[in-house]
């Protein structure tokens, strides 16, 4: 590379080099935008078979709104993780890490239970638990930590 050349196909003369995301922290948060899209979708759709179920045998609503409200919850985090990741702290990757735990276990759960509990979750205890699991290790990498803690 010649002299005085931009070190990248995207550093410009102005900008830092070494300020591009690295390709595990670009997996791990498409990760986390596709299962958010899951879960919002599936919560979208749980709420509408809900209401159906409630207007028809006059269950209650309680449950349902318990239901609904956790997996647009979840599904919002999710995507709200990923669009923190170009900025900087460790609260994002503490909490990435928190979320894919809780994730794994809820995963574990219900394939533990067999009762369908699963698609309420990224579409499945499998699917759910191999994007948990990604996202989990790529956060407790070296690369993660440098990513997380460089200055500001």
Sequence with gaps: MRS??????????GRPAGTDM?????????????MGGMQLTVGVLV?????????????SIADAVAV??????LGALSIVLGTKFA?????VRVTTIVY?????VACLGSLGLGDGFGPI???????????SGIILASMVTAQAGAWFNRPR
Excluded at 25 to 31: E, I, K, P, Y
Excluded at 68 to 73: A, K, S, Y
Excluded at 100 to 104: D, N, T
Excluded at 121 to 131: D, E, R
Aim: a positive charge.
């Design 4 to 13: 005085g050349a931009p070190n990248g196909p995207y550093d410009c003369p």
């Design 87 to 91: 900025s900087r702290g460790g609260g």
């Design 22 to 34: 690295p390709g595990l922290m670009r997996g791990a948060r498409a990760l986390l935008f596709v």
């Design 100 to 104: 894919a735990s809780l994730m794994i």
């Design 68 to 73: 609904v409200g956790v997996l647009l919850g």
């Design 47 to 59: 709420a509408g078979l809900l209401a159906g179920v409630i207007a028809n045998n006059g269950g």
């Design 121 to 131: 979750f990224t579409g499945g205890p499998v699917i759910g638990l191999a994007c």
